[in-house]
């Protein structure tokens, strides 16, 4: 029954429940100045929550005098536009997530929590016409008054707070004086409007033919929704193509949203526009502060900011004018989000890009086997560099071959001797390693005990500077232990490689050089990846060593000789995905080779030297590999000739999840017509993880729609099953991870 002659608010609230909620609109409100797409207050279960006004309406489906009434609404002006909503709805379909978790979770946390949707105010000070025209000789009296305003008429332009600190901590009086003599004055402004630029702006680059042609195709674009795949070689200046396109779009007073897959690249980066562009530039990511975030997302949603630098969550900020979006290492998995709204980062941005009419460009020197197959399907077009900018060669790689070979900590004779001579030059070493810790594990020589995680099917890792075992799965953290518990004999030793022990030997063998060590661990500080890069550049390292953050976007000119110490683990993998990561983690780190004007080598440490995927990385390059793996997966009908979704459930026990999955079944079969592949239920390959007993269910398709449509029918029973409450589950669509 449809009740009507009331004014029903329809909110999306955060909660597990995948539907919308009517709500009363508070008492005495002009319809006329209501939008949807602000955020409201509302009494929900017994507690309140913020929520967002998805639509107006007189018809409800639930009696009137049943419903609750919203409390207050929080937001004179929209914070999301028609065309934001219209994504977050897309968002919540394509994934099957729930409405209001799509809605309020893309939502910086401060306005979640209900803080007012404004820029933080700040106080500047700046010259008056009577102060700009003063001589030195008219405060000789007060000297300290005289130096502000000599520092005052030399910065030409109005500072805050911050910057009158930093010339004297005790400013305020000398200020006050001032502000009393009207030699200057003061406003109240907020923190992006005021832009510091540098005094002396970079010019662009001269570009070489194919550089060039890839800015007129993208600027040919702009006003039209078409993807762009540039693909470059690493050195092969990707980043002068961004830069120069980004110019454009600024010229047509446009916004321009940059998407990068790591932290670690987003100083580097942000230093590099800084230097170019004269214009607001704002940051987003996980390791700034709450208040941080939220102005740069205000800063966009505004139009005060003009460029929006972020890693994968900043993808759902608000652009008043958006122009160009452009995503750098299209092809990195951290752009796939692990939990959660377990979206895609590139294929969201797509759909974006899409719904505002405006080009998107793809950069990478490893195109990701999808975004090939789009190539071949005419959805994306590709723009090529082949060689890499300026003087700077492609490095030589070489394959070493340890078999038989013996090894110090997973360094050969052989490879020492290529460092050592590497070093006499004065030229860096970098040495990648793609596990943090001391060692992988600790093993008793006496009866083969191994230590492994009480709450994970996994083994310890070794962080010998921190006497400590840890499990890089659930975090859990135990002593490190000299006896063995199972047999008390104290014949404990470390197994495997980690970065810790690598890092040991390296300064055992070359203690006049300085080893920089870039993992999570020695980058947890705030400042401190920062500091290391700087050492780096500046000279001050000799050899750097590390896991995947030195994979990608440094540019280290001295750099000479790329070791990659431990690549075989990745040629025997139950990933179907596995080649794919090491062909592009062999090849983007090779691309720290040899950046600067002197050849760079790069050495691959290998048991397995006739490796089919290793002798054609070698001999042909990784376009080569990609071709041969397409074909390969096209046999197999594996994506992306095949869509998949992977339903995760884990129980502290095992039953639990038989139990569900014996509920889903006839589910499961009722609405799959035989064009839908149903692989399991089976055990997670990690099978026991933070106590929990994992188990998945793999659904295949050869079509997307046939999958959506099927996952459609099938995600509301599934909900409503009470075997469901007992396990938690979660649905992962276009999973990149099996595990």
């Known amino acids: 029954m449809t009740h009507k002659n ?32 602000v955020r409201v207050l509302v009494p929900f279960s017994n507690s309140e929550k913020v929520a967002v006004l998805v639509e107006v309406c007189s018809d409800t489906d639930i009696e009137t005098a049943k419903l609750k009434s919203v409390i207050e609404i929080l937001d004179d002006k929209p914070l999301l536009s028609a065309k934001d909503m219209q994504l977050l709805h897309w968002l919540c379909h394509y994934y099957h997530h729930p409405i209001g978790y799509v809605f309020c979770n893309t939502l910086p946390v401060l306005l979640k929590k209900g803080e007012a949707a404004s820029l933080k105010q700040e106080t500047y000070y700046y010259l008056t016409e009577v102060g700009r025209e003063l001589d030195d000789l008219t405060l000789e009296r007060a000297p300290k008054q005289q130096l502000f305003l000599q520092r005052l008429q030399q910065h030409d332009e109005a500072v805050n707070t911050e910057t009158l600190k930093s010339w004297d901590k005790s400013w305020r009086a000398s200020i006050t004086a001032l502000l009393k003599k009207q030699f200057i004055a003061s406003e109240e402004r907020d923190s992006v409007s005021y832009h510091p630029l540098q005094s002396k702006m970079e010019t662009a680059l001269t570009l070489n033919t194919q550089q060039q042609q890839a800015v007129n195709k993208l600027t040919e674009a702009l006003g039209h929704f078409k993807v762009f795949l540039l693909e470059g070689v690493t050195g092969s200046g990707k980043t002068e193509v961004y830069m120069q396109l980004i110019t454009k779009v600024l010229e047509k007073n446009q916004q321009v949203m940059v998407l990068l897959p790591e932290i670690t690249l987003t100083p580097q980066l942000e230093s590099r526009f800084r230097r170019r562009f004269s214009v607001p530039i704002v940051i987003s990511h996980s390791k700034l502060t709450d208040r941080q975030r939220l102005e740069s997302w205000l800063a966009m949603q505004t139009g005060k900011a003009s460029i929006l630098l972020g890693t994968r969550s900043a993808l759902f900020t608000p652009l008043k004018n958006i122009g160009l979006i ?191 060590r870039l993992d999570t661990e020695t980058t947890q500080k705030k400042g401190q990846l920062e500091e290391y890069l700087a050492q780096i550049n500046r000279g001050d390292a000799d050899i750097i060593l590390g896991t995947q953050m030195l994979a990608k976007g440094h540019h280290f000119p001295n750099v000479t000789l790329v070791v990659l110490l431990d ?173």
């Open 326 to 516: 452009i995503l750098d290492e299209e092809h990195d998995s951290s752009f796939k989000q692990q939990e959660g709204l377990r979206f895609s980062a590139r294929d969201v941005a797509v759909m974006r890009a899409k719904l505002w009419d405006i080009p998107i460009l793809l950069g990478t020197a490893t195109p990701s086997l999808e975004s090939l197959a789009n190539v071949e399907k005419k959805r994306y077009h590709t723009l090529h560099l082949d060689k890499r900018a300026g003087a700077a060669k492609d490095p030589k790689l070489v394959l070493l071959d340890i078999r038989n070979k013996r090894m110090q900590q997973g360094l050969s004779a052989a490879l020492l001797t290529q460092i050592t001579e590497v070093l006499e030059k004065d030229e860096q070493v970098l040495i990648f390693l793609n596990r943090r810790g001391f060692a992988p594990t600790l093993i008793c020589h006496g009866c083969g005990w191994v230590a492994r995680c009480q709450r994970c099917d996994a083994n310890l890792v070794i962080h010998q500077q921190k006497r400590q075992l840890r499990c890089h799965h659930c975090g859990d953290r135990y002593q490190l232990i000299s006896h063995c518990p199972a047999c008390q004999q104290n014949q404990l030793s470390p197994l495997g490689l980690g970065t810790e022990r690598v890092e040991q030997l390296l300064q055992k063998t070359y203690p006049k050089k300085k080893v920089v």
């Open 567 to 739: 690549i075989d683990s990745g040629l025997f993998s139950l990933d179907f995905r596995a080649p794919e990561k090491l062909a592009q983690l062999i090849t983007q780190v090779s691309g720290r080779a040899g950046r600067g004007e002197k050849l760079g080598k790069v050495i691959l440490q290998t048991r397995q030297p006739e490796h089919p995927l290793l002798t054609t990385l070698i001999k042909q390059g990784y376009k080569q590999f990609a071709k041969n793996a397409l074909v390969e997966r096209k046999m197999a009908l594996l994506p992306p000739y095949s869509y998949q979704a992977l339903l995760r459930v884990s129980a502290f026990d095992e039953a639990t999840p038989q139990a569900f999955f014996t509920a889903l079944k006839p589910i499961t079969e009722k609405y799959n017509q035989g064009s839908i592949l149903v692989l399991g239920a089976i055990a997670a390959p990690m099978a026991r993880r933070e106590g929990r007993y994992r188990f998945q269910l793999l659904f295949q398709s050869e079509q997307r729609m046939v999958l959506q449509n099927f996952l459609r029918q099938l995600m509301p029973e599934l909900a409503a099953l009470k075997e469901a409450a007992k396990v938690r589950w979660s649905l992962d669509v276009d999973p990149i991870d099996l595990y």
């Open 6 to 37: 009331s004014l029903i608010f329809r909110l999306a609230v955060p909660t597990i429940l995948n539907r919308l909620f009517d709500y009363l609109a508070p008492e005495n409100i002009n319809l006329n100045e209501i939008e949807v797409g």
